[in-house]
């Protein structure tokens, strides 16, 4: 699966919107964005995925890049229980059978009130 | 709530003890997982299994020895662990198709292990 790089860490003002940029240059065609979040001490929250169209659901919008060597998540309006670490991970949609995600160290998104 | 249950959620153990973790899925999924998570570090996969079958073993020591009796239960037998050994530990389930496509994973809480 292709790395992927992001910030150590975030702040966000409460009400603003939280835009949280990852870089997967080296993703393949066959392969998804993935976001996640872990709130202290919690399993890891799904969010949302893509793989080349802009994406929204209840908690966020995707927004990937036409070459897609980037993505950027979008909290539209941040609470102070979005804080959290955020997992941008790569994954390979059709591998054959159930893979194991590779998490990175994400970036630690702080809402301030 | 996703779905996904652990017990314990916080364990302490011995380094001569023996216990499991348990985990299971109420979401009709095909596919589970062991995840460890250490202070201060990533998520670090630990075991897949995939319609029962053990599919991945990620270099884990023989003191952790997984089990997975049917698709919705997951065990972890724990013994003679090493103080290092302390984390969170994770399951999660997905649902992986015919084809091989696999879809979002959950997770559950975690059981959080001391061992002494």
């Known amino acids: 699966d292709a790395k992927t790089t992001q910030p150590t860490s975030m702040d966000c003002a409460e009400g603003r919107a939280a835009n949280l940029p990852c870089n997967h240059s080296?993703?393949?065609?066959?392969?998804?964005v993935y976001w996640y979040r872990q709130i202290h001490s919690q399993g890891p929250q799904y969010i949302i995925h893509?793989?080349?169209n802009n994406e929204t659901n209840e908690m966020a919008s995707l927004i990937i890049t036409e070459d897609r060597k980037s993505s950027t998540l979008i909290l539209p309006h941040a609470t102070l229980r979005d804080t959290a670490v955020y997992y941008c991970i790569v994954l390979k949609y059709s591998g054959g059978g159930a893979d194991g995600l590779t998490f990175g160290k994400g970036t630690h998104l702080i809402i301030q009130p | 709530e996703t779905g996904v249950t652990q017990t314990p959620r916080h364990l302490v153990m011995g380094m001569t003890n023996k216990k499991s973790l348990k985990c299971e899925q109420h979401?009709?999924?095909?596919?589970m997982y062991w995840y460890k998570q250490s202070a201060k570090k990533p998520l670090e996969l630990m075991f897949v299994?995939?319609?029962?079958?053990?599919?991945e073993n990620n270099s884990v020591p023989s003191r952790f020895s997984p089990e997975c009796p049917n698709s919705s239960h997951l065990f972890l037998h724990l013994h003679t662990l090493q103080p290092e050994d302390s984390a969170l530990y994770l399951c999660?389930?997905?649902?992986?198709?015919?084809?091989?496509?696999?879809?979002?994973?959950?997770f559950g809480p975690g059981t959080r292990l001391l061992v002494l």
């Open positions: 893509g793989l080349k």
């Open positions: 999660a389930s997905s649902q992986v198709g015919l084809a091989g496509g696999q879809e979002t994973q959950y």
């Open positions: 299994y995939n319609f029962k079958e053990q599919t």
């Open positions: 979401l009709g999924h095909n596919a």
């Open positions: 080296t993703i393949s065609g066959n392969e998804y």
